[in-house]
């Protein structure tokens, strides 16, 4: 990863010198960071989704110094593998369940070790990781079974539902949004509250921003299609359980959705946001300046990557506090 990592830096650095950053918020390190990630992408966009999933797991960034401040701890909860990861420094009695990225075939614990560390300590809360089950082993509805499953585990140990706070990034923003629909459906107690983080919420989508917004962010526009199908084989992508834009949001809980203004998924973003709104549901949403998808995993290269974990606090406090929207 060292000799593609200088290959990017330098790379940045000859078109930074020749038209200046990017994007004009990008330090040098930014822009050099999601220029490594594009790298990845295109590779990994030749592969099989196994060896896509190997390509990622090998992107392993320096330890951060915010692991010091929590401590980590291995659970199983109805089945499924989790980690605990607490802040030292425990100042919330919120629990918030935590499911990540990585178009539903990678992403683990430590690809967003970081992410949810950060999470913890602004919140001050408990983050319990779901390590859901992978396409193509595990396909649709496995990885959403897996969140029902481990919610369902810690309400029955005894956390309390008004004290829950579900959020993703990604493929695992779409999960918690997906399990939010579910749990309405099948009259289960809602959540606090439920944070999604650069969204991944119409699977069929193609082309808009996805294709305009390339330029800037690090995703492959054609792999968005394979990312889909390699999750649901058959079936149509349209499906509110598949992808939560098209599902109704009414009498479940309070939505807070974040998303970068570069990022290629950014105008299905703002549509489920809109049909939210105008259906007169609680959403509270951001959209941040020169951002890509994901940047708050990049958390050591851009100060908007704090900003947004302390907006996701502020959720998290308020929402665990009211308990507006709970159900029991």
């Not at 098209?246 to 489920?272: A, H, I, K, W």
């Not at 704090?306 to 665990?320: D, G, H, M, N, Y």
Request: charge should be neutral.
């Amino acid at each position: 990863m060292m000799l593609q990592a200088m290959g990017a830096l330098v790379s940045t650095l000859g078109r930074r010198l020749r038209h200046g950053p990017l994007r004009p918020s990008w330090s040098l390190l930014f822009e050099t960071s999601i220029c490594l990630l594009r790298r990845t992408s295109q590779r990994a966009a030749s592969l099989d989704p196994l060896g896509e999933r190997a390509l990622w797991a090998t992107m392993k960034a320096p330890p951060a110094k915010v692991f010091g401040s929590i401590t980590q701890r291995d659970d199983t909860l109805g089945g499924v593998r989790a980690r605990w990861f607490e802040p030292r420094d425990v100042r919330s009695e919120a629990t918030i369940v935590y499911v990540h990225g990585g178009s539903f075939i990678y992403g683990s614990f430590e690809s967003h070790g970081e992410l949810i560390a950060h999470l913890a300590v602004t919140s001050g809360a408990r983050v319990l990781a779901v390590d859901y089950r992978l396409a193509p082993e595990h396909r649709y509805p496995a990885a959403l079974d897996d969140v029902i499953a481990t919610y369902a585990a810690l309400l029955e140990a005894g956390t309390a539902p008004s004290k829950v706070v579900l959020a993703g990034d990604s493929a695992g923003g779409n999960l918690v949004l997906a399990a939010l629909l579910r749990l309405r459906d099948e009259g289960r107690p809602m959540p606090a509250g439920v944070i999604a983080l650069s969204p991944w919420v119409d699977l069929g989508r193609q082309g808009g921003t996805l294709e305009t917004n390339q330029d800037f962010d690090w995703g492959v526009p054609s792999a968005f299609q394979s990312w889909a199908r390699t999750y649901l084989p058959t079936g149509s992508l349209d499906d509110p359980r598949v992808s939560p834009m098209y599902g109704d949001f009414g009498g479940t809980s309070p939505l807070l959705v974040l998303y970068g203004e570069c990022e290629m998924l950014r105008d299905q973003v703002e549509e489920l946001i809109e049909r939210v709104r105008a259906a007169g549901l609680p959403i509270e949403s951001e959209r941040y300046p020169d951002m890509v998808h994901g940047w708050m995993t990049l958390a050591s290269a851009t100060p908007e990557a704090a900003r947004a974990f302390e907006r996701c606090a502020r959720f998290v406090t308020e929402r665990t506090k009211t308990s507006v929207g709970a159900r029991t």
